[in-house]
């Protein structure tokens, strides 16, 4: 018999129609945490994107608005960055840490899912 409005299942606030809203939703803190490591993950990227640039003279580093930027997202990602280079070994140049940050904030985005939908955490 299908449902006319919202039901509750579990705890879930269920959606009927379509299938894209056929899934619980999260806990807001959860939903809230997991949109801040996305965030995180956006300015991880930016933060290499603008190393290769200024590393590659794309970019004047000398510029204020330039070095501005550059220093923002230098200071949004070394504090995490820092004890990950620490513990990685030199690879000649190559800088892995953000490529170990973006697989923890990974994992911890899949870890608040789970929860979230599997405990109702």
Known sequence: MPSSGADFRGFFLRRPGSRRYNHPMMNPIAYL???VLEFYKWIVIAAVIASWL???NVINPHNDFVRM???ALIALTEPVFRPI???LPPMGGLDLS???VFFII???QYT???LS???GI
């Open 33 to 35: 945490l997991y949109q």
């Open 117 to 119: 939908r599997g405990y």
């Open 98 to 100: 953000p490529l170990v």
């Open 112 to 114: 608040i899912v789970y």
């Open 54 to 56: 200024a590393a590659f």
């Open 106 to 108: 990974m994992g911890l």
């Open 85 to 87: 280079r620490k513990v």
């Open 69 to 71: 930027v550059l220093r």
